[in-house]
């Protein structure tokens, strides 16, 4: 039976499936999510989800955009609430932001990190990707011009200052690669890593 609480009540459909489909991708693995088993879950009728999604292929891609439009969001964010002007400081911020909000979005991250998904690339998802990207590169370059190891190459530093968090947000959010970190905040830790991937301005 499936479970009450997810039943979809005249909302946005579309944004229910999504919430849906990453919650089971994290429970149940992606191997479990199918457009029927959503519909079923969610009380609707088991055609309703191809409104919107005509395979599971075109929803497995949807979900992987929506997780890099949101950690782009998340991401730039935090680089305008920052409060210094310095662009090391706003690069800062934004690792901070992109790290916090893996963590506490873990379905959608895990969903749009998914290896299975990368298979199902459509342009829009291409472009999510893309953007996010840029959005790092621009703003690795202008801390490099503010003094952030101005001597390396762009892209091998965009690229650095990429995958480290990504590889942070990778481990802490699986359990069995995480080292023990319950003595620490998740702030503070989130910060203190962060800081030894792109050090604030004060501390160059």
């Given at each position: 039976m499936p479970n009450t609480q997810n039943h979809y009540h005249h909302g946005d459909l579309k944004a229910a499936i999504l919430k849906r489909a990453t919650e089971i991708i994290e429970n149940d693995g992606i191997e479990a999510l199918s457009l029927r088993g959503i519909a079923r879950d969610l009380g609707v009728s088991h055609g309703a989800p191809n409104r919107h999604f005509r395979t599971r292929a075109h929803l497995l891609s949807a979900l992987a955009t929506d997780g890099w439009e949101k950690m782009r969001n998340a991401t730039r964010d935090a680089a305008e609430v920052e409060e210094s002007d310095d662009p090391r400081d706003k690069l800062n911020a934004m690792g901070r932001g992109f790290l916090s909000w893996a963590l506490q979005n873990r379905?959608?991250?895990?969903?749009?990190?998914?290896?299975?998904?990368?298979?199902?690339?459509?342009?829009?998802?291409?472009?999510?990707?893309?953007?996010?990207?840029?959005?790092?590169?621009?703003?690795?370059?202008?801390?490099?011009?503010?003094?952030?190891?101005?001597?390396?190459d762009n892209t091998l530093l965009s690229l650095f200052t990429i995958s480290v968090p990504f590889g942070l947000a990778a481990m802490l959010i699986d359990s069995a690669q995480s080292p023990d970190i319950s003595e620490w905040e998740t702030d503070e830790l989130v910060a203190r890593l962060i800081d030894l991937v792109v050090p604030r301005s004060e501390t160059v």
């Open positions: 379905s959608t991250y895990l969903s749009a990190m998914h290896p299975e998904v990368s298979r199902y690339r459509d342009e829009a998802l291409l472009e999510a990707m893309e953007a996010f990207q840029l959005t790092i590169r621009t703003a690795v370059a202008a801390a490099q011009s503010a003094g952030r190891q101005p001597e390396v």
